[in-house]
C-alpha cells in the first residue's frame, strides 16, 4: 500500500524559499507514477502545483510539469536513494500561505490523485 | 488556466439524493475520460471517490455516481447520509499536460 508523509518547514519568511520533501512508500519513486503538490489556502479550494515522474524523460532524466501561474518560481523534483520527492518554491509571499499535499497523481494511463499525504501547513509571515 | 466551475454550496436532507455540476471547457472535461472527484471533510485531506469519469474506488460506497456530458462532469450522492457532509471537488487532466481542480462545494445534510 502506498503511503505518503510531507515534511514540516512550519513558518517561513517573504522573499525566502520554501522546500517541502515528501517520503514515500509501498512503491519506489522511479515507478510510473506523477509524484504531485497540490496545495489549499484557507478556506479556499485545491490548486495544482505541478508533477515529477521518472519515467518517459530523454536519457532517463525526470519529467516535470507546472502549473503556468507558478512556472516560473517552482520546482519539483526525485530523490532517488531516498525514495522522496521535493517541491521548492521561491520568492515566497503571504499568497503562498496554505496546506500543502503530497500526492500520487497518475501512472501509465490514469490520471487521478490517490492517496494523499496528511498536508502540512506552510505559513509564510514577517 | 481557470478552476473548473463548480456550485459553492448545495443541501439536502437525509435520504434525498443531490447533484454537483463540475463545468470546464473543450480543453479539459469535454476532452478527457480522465475526471475525478473528491471528498474533503473539515480539517482532513481530500480522499478519491471518483475517477475515470464513472468509476468508484475499492471500499467508495455505491450511493456515489458520476457522469459527463460534453464540457459538464457530475456527481451525485443518493441517499444522503449525515457523514456525506464535506467539501466536494472536481478534477481533470487538461491539453496543456496540466490538471485543474474546480473550486469546491459545500455539502449541508439538512
Known amino acids: 500500500q502506498v503511503h505518503l508523509q510531507e515534511s514540516a518547514p512550519g513558518l517561513v519568511k517573504p522573499s525566502e524559499t520554501l522546500s517541502l520533501t515528501c517520503a514515500v512508500s509501498?512503491?519506489?519513486?522511479?515507478?510510473?507514477?506523477?509524484w504531485t503538490w497540490v496545495r489549499q489556502a484557507p478556506g479556499k479550494g485545491l490548486e495544482w502545483i505541478g508533477e515529477v515522474s521518472q519515467s518517459g524523460g530523454p536519457h532517463d532524466s525526470p519529467v516535470a510539469h507546472y502549473n503556468p501561474s507558478l512556472s516560473n518560481r517552482v520546482t519539483i523534483s526525485l530523490d532517488k536513494a531516498k525514495n522522496q520527492f521535493s517541491l521548492k518554491l521561491t520568492s515566497l509571499m503571504a499568497a503562498d500561505t496554505a496546506v500543502y499535499y503530497c500526492v500520487r497523481g497518475g501512472g501509465t494511463d490514469w490520471f487521478h490523485f490517490d492517496p494523499w499525504g496528511q498536508g502540512t501547513l506552510v505559513s509564510v509571515s514577517s | 488556466q481557470s478552476a473548473l466551475t463548480q456550485p459553492a454550496s448545495v443541501s439536502g436532507s437525509p435520504g434525498q439524493s443531490i447533484t454537483i455540476s463540475c463545468t470546464g471547457t473543450?480543453?479539459?472535461?469535454?476532452?478527457?475520460?480522465?475526471v475525478s472527484w473528491y471528498q474533503q471533510p473539515p480539517g482532513k485531506a481530500p480522499k478519491l471517490i471518483i475517477f475515470?469519469?464513472?468509476s468508484r474506488p475499492s471500499g467508495i460506497s455505491y450511493r456515489f455516481s458520476g457522469s459527463k456530458s460534453g464540457n459538464t462532469a457530475t456527481l451525485t450522492i443518493s441517499g444522503l447520509q449525515a457523514e456525506d457532509e464535506a467539501d466536494y471537488f472536481c478534477?481533470?487532466?487538461?491539453?496543456?499536460?496540466?490538471?485543474?481542480f474546480g473550486g469546491g462545494t459545500k455539502l449541508t445534510v439538512l
Open positions: 473543450n480543453s479539459d472535461i469535454g476532452s478527457y475520460k480522465y
Open positions: 509501498g512503491t519506489p519513486v522511479t515507478s510510473s507514477n506523477w
Open positions: 478534477s481533470s487532466y487538461t491539453n496543456s499536460v496540466t490538471r485543474i
Open positions: 475515470n469519469v464513472d
